[in-house]
């Protein structure tokens, strides 16, 4: 149920809700009228319903027996009779200290891209300081400095490639270090992008040769471009370029023809072609479709050192991530987003990314709502399917224990509780099939998946 229900509203069940509380469902929630509902008035009355709620469920386990005990009694009589037998005041203080965050000043670093968007908007639009933190979000100029800057304990935690916290657990590019993902921060919002140059070659056959950008070894950027080039026959070991390039610096050196191209965030894309230098020649979302791309992360020492204040950052994040999945919302975002100490981007730029109307470089304006999109669910599939491309490409030598570095490092049990009492609806399981480029993946044999493609990195 969300933490914001009251437990004595006779009509509410218990065991439902929205993230404000103001409403019996997450659909009555979607219909009402303001896209946005306000926060409780404090931390306080937030506390007191929890545990006014706990009580209530242990005295009353059926919702039926609670509904005719309280309409027969009324709410603020059940109230002074519950008070009477248990101590709520007391409960509730003790439960209050027992959840204060034990830092309430951090640090979070991120790249300015549209892939950190609910951890950046977090901070214009409150929503570190509604789940009770200072939160200083921190540009960061490229991802080796994320990971270092984390590891060294300047960040309190951080926006990360979706498969850099695996990578860092273990040991890959530095030392392993244990490290975990309650949050993905974007589904989709990529692109490959080329230069203008190159607009009579959008066939990937006629690639050889060619010099492409990516932000980072441990990153999908370059196992989504590794798969679509070997799927078109090309070896990208061999037949092209591959270099990492941070995100901030790809347009300027496709302007100076340093690259060829790059498989880049939207944002990126989008300022190719804003500056005439670039055409989109297809969406990644084109090669698969949901794909996660970024992640909120942080060491287990800081999770087992701060709990609280990492379960406050965690919720904060979500429910940033719940907002910045409303499309009535992604205006308002793309203004929040946009000054120079974030992303530092034309709001045009970030409307075209964030709405799904965009110029692609070739004179067309195309349309399509799922461009990026937020879903702060951490399946330990996509984990899996990570490894996979990690074993694929000579990244991991050896067997691979995949279910057990999945479920390590991807927190979807202690975000699936979280969002369940935020009043948000996780999926039943961490695991699920889905398709790339047309072909399936089965978490459950990701040995055979490996094994079936033609062109890998000999073991």
């Keep these: 149920m969300s933490i914001f229900d009251n437990p004595f509203d006779p009509d509410r069940k218990l065991r439902a809700g929205c993230a404000c509380g103001q409403h019996r469902s997450a659909a009555e929630h979607e219909q009402a009228a303001t896209p946005r509902c306000a926060p409780v008035e404090s931390e306080q009355q937030r506390y007191e319903g929890v545990v006014a709620s706990a009580v209530m469920r242990a005295m009353f386990p059926q919702d039926v027996a609670r509904r005719a005990f309280l309409k027969s009694v009324g709410a603020s009589t059940a109230l002074a009779a519950l008070a009477q037998f248990f101590p709520l005041k007391t409960a509730t203080e003790v439960f209050a200290d027992s959840g204060a965050p034990e830092k309430k000043d951090l640090k979070v670093g991120f790249i300015p891209i549209t892939c950190a968007t609910p951890i950046i908007m977090a901070a214009p639009l409150g929503f570190y300081s509604k789940h009770g933190l200072n939160v200083e979000v921190v540009k960061t100029a490229g991802w080796a400095v994320i990971r270092d800057k984390t590891i060294n304990k300047e960040y309190d935690a951080a926006h990360m490639l979706a498969p850099m916290p695996i990578a860092i657990s273990l040991g890959l590019g530095a030392n392993a270090i244990p490290f975990a993902v309650p949050a993905i921060e974007n589904i989709n919002g990529q692109g490959i992008v080329l230069a203008t140059k190159h607009k009579d070659k959008r066939d990937p056959k006629d690639w050889k040769g060619l010099k492409f950008a990516i932000p980072f070894d441990y990153s999908m950027h370059n196992y989504l471009l590794r798969y679509y080039l070997a799927e078109h026959g090309l070896d990208p070991d061999t037949d092209v370029q591959l270099r990492s390039v941070p995100p ?178 996780p999926p039943g399981s961490a695991y699920k099939s889905f398709a790339v480029m047309g072909k399936n993946f089965d978490p459950e044999k990701p040995e055979d998946y490996v094994a079936s493609f033609k062109i890998r990195k000999a073991s």
């Design 248 to 425: 901030p610096e790809m347009v300027a050196n496709l302007r100076a023809d340093n690259i060829d191209g790059f498989l880049a965030p939207d944002n990126v894309c989008q300022r190719a072609i804003y500056d005439g230098v670039g055409f989109m020649h297809l969406l990644s979302k084109e090669i698969w479709d949901g794909h996660p791309c970024c992640s909120f992360a942080a060491s287990r020492e800081f999770i087992t050192t701060a709990p609280n204040s990492f379960a406050a950052l965690t919720r904060a994040i979500v429910d940033a991530t719940a907002y910045a999945s409303k499309a009535e919302n992604r205006k308002q975002i793309a203004e929040a987003i946009a000054p120079a100490n974030y992303i530092n981007a034309p709001v045009t730029v970030l409307e075209q990314v964030l709405t799904g109307t965009y110029a692609d470089g070739l004179g067309g304006v195309k349309t399509d709502a799922k461009r990026v999109d937020f879903d702060p669910f951490p399946w330990q599939s996509f984990a899996v399917w990570m490894l996979t491309q990690m074993k694929r490409w000579g990244q991991i030598k050896g067997d691979v224990d995949y279910k057990a570095v999945a479920e390590q490092v991807y927190l979807a049990t202690d975000t699936k509780k979280l969002m369940t009492e935020m009043g948000l609806t």
